[in-house]
């Protein structure tokens, strides 16, 4: 019998050899959450196999905003004369899986690595809530982070940076952009987009991205899950070329304000060529932007952090 998550052949040898290993060990046999009838307790099930520990930091404290609740991590020791420089952080998971649990490792290895304090909202999720909540959450957290953080958190307003990873990686553009806007303006010194979504207008039948038709097939993030995400957190079509869903579309004068950005895409995932298509446009307007490419890796590979060595840039 074939396994429900076996690698297609097609995708098998453009795969690291580590990777296969570690798929056919640990996920070939889960059921896909797209091919199941939607039930919230899909999401107690574990979004990314091979995260890493939990690291000890300061502090790790929750905080009720209007909607959710957000977590912060607090490095250890004494905090610099002007205060940490903070770092918020959105977790992945389609708009609709995922929640505050979910990437603690990655934010206490963050928060440890760059001596900075974390903040990763709980944002609320699609189905039973669609765009644009987690928008308006990830934003109410990067303003509280701002307005609050040097009182309650010991934070710097003035070192502020943010960032996330596939949903996350959207939402970070977004707020980026949102934050700039502001009279006056949060500042930000550096947006970074982990395989980011930024076109939710792609179809696998389209040339404009060949990652779509390259990696319809590829593990993980395949076509099929793509657009069950994108139908749950934006059922309302007219909704998904607005530039606070598709940061892509986004007007020239406005993504000119985006911070320096650091964009990740992996070879064999399908928003691949989105994501470097959207730095294409951050540079055309005059935005620092650099990028890495990761070869032979599939859309989660990141989010492995247990299983992978530490992120370079």
């Keep these: 019998m074939t396994a429900p998550q076996a690698i297609d052949p097609t995708i098998l040898p453009r795969l690291d050899p580590e990777y296969v290993a570690f798929h056919n060990e640990y996920v070939a046999h889960e059921v896909p959450p797209h091919t199941l009838p939607w039930d919230p307790a899909i999401r107690k099930r574990t979004t990314v196999p091979g995260s890493a520990e939990l690291l000890q ?14 977590r912060v991590f607090t490095p250890e020791g004494v905090p610099p004369p002007d205060g940490w420089p903070a770092y918020v952080w959105y977790h992945g998971g389609g708009w609709t ?5 979910t990437e603690n490792a990655f ?5 440890k690595g760059a001596k900075c304090v974390v903040a990763s909202p709980d944002y609320r999720l699609a189905p039973e809530d669609p765009y644009p909540a987690a928008v308006e959450d990830s934003f109410e957290t990067l303003q509280w982070i701002f307005e609050k953080g040097k009182s ?9 940076a943010c960032g996330g990873s596939s949903a996350g990686g959207n939402l970070a553009a977004i707020i980026s952009m ?6 006056p303006p949060i500042p930000l010194k550096l947006a970074q ?3 980011p979504v930024t076109d939710n ?15 319809a097939n590829t593990v993980w993030l395949n076509t099929g899950r793509m657009l069950w995400f994108r139908n749950f957190y934006i059922p309302n079509e007219a909704d998904r070329t607005k530039w606070d869903n598709s940061p892509i579309f986004a007007p020239d004068e406005l993504l000119a304000k985006s911070p320096k950005t650091w964009i990740a895409v992996m070879e064999l995932d399908i928003l691949r060529d989105e994501g470097l298509a959207y ?16 070869a032979k890796a599939p859309h989660q590979i990141l989010a492995m952090d247990g299983m992978t060595s530490p992120m370079t840039t």
């Design 201 to 215: 207008t792609a179809l696998h039948t389209e040339d404009r991205y060949p990652s779509w038709k390259e990696n």
């Design 178 to 183: 949102q934050v700039a806007e502001l009279n």
């Design 107 to 111: 934010c206490s290895r963050l928060c």
């Design 152 to 160: 309650l958190l010991g934070v710097d307003p003035t070192r502020l």
């Design 193 to 195: 987009l982990i395989v």
């Design 279 to 294: 730095g294409k446009r951050l540079k055309k307007v005059g935005v620092p932007v650099s990028h890495k490419v990761y």
């Design 57 to 70: 930091v300061g502090s790790i404290q929750d905080y009720e905003l209007s909607h959710c609740k957000v």
């Design 97 to 101: 899986l995922g929640n505050i649990d």
